[in-house]
């Protein structure tokens, strides 16, 4: 499958959150996420809802990141910062199986019903 590097030219940034012991010695989670990896992206919505329940607007985006692969580990723990919205990662994909490329299908969701 061909790929237009062109194309990855959307800024993005991939996260994950720390565990750190609290003064208790108890996990707590870090305060703010840790960068893991920053690239370039093509960015792509693949699907989009809104719904009312009980009373409040929800939004709900499916999006699929396509980047250069990266010897950095990327997991489902992770989310995707872009444009200031965070994206779960429900599903990681060796694009064509060349080791070349990886997507990453993520959702977004929205109390206000727009991303």
């Not at 800024?11 to 989670?29: C, F, K, S, V």
């Not at 919205?85 to 019903?113: A, F, K, P, T, V």
Request: with cysteine; charged share 30%; net charge positive.
């Amino acid at each position: 499958m061909e790929v237009n590097a062109g194309k990855l030219n959307k800024r993005i940034q991939i996260l994950r959150y720390t565990e750190t012991r609290n003064g208790a010695g108890y996990l707590a989670p870090a305060a703010e996420p840790e960068v893991v990896h920053s690239c370039w992206a093509q960015f792509s919505r693949t699907s989009g809802t809104e719904a009312q329940k009980q009373g409040a607007d929800l939004g709900e985006v499916k999006a699929r990141f396509l980047i250069r692969c990266t010897r950095k580990p990327i997991d489902r723990k992770m989310f995707v910062r872009y444009r200031g919205g965070d994206y779960e990662i429900q599903y990681i994909n060796d694009y064509g199986d060349s080791h070349e490329y990886i997507e990453l299908w993520c959702q977004w969701r929205s109390l206000e019903g727009r991303p």
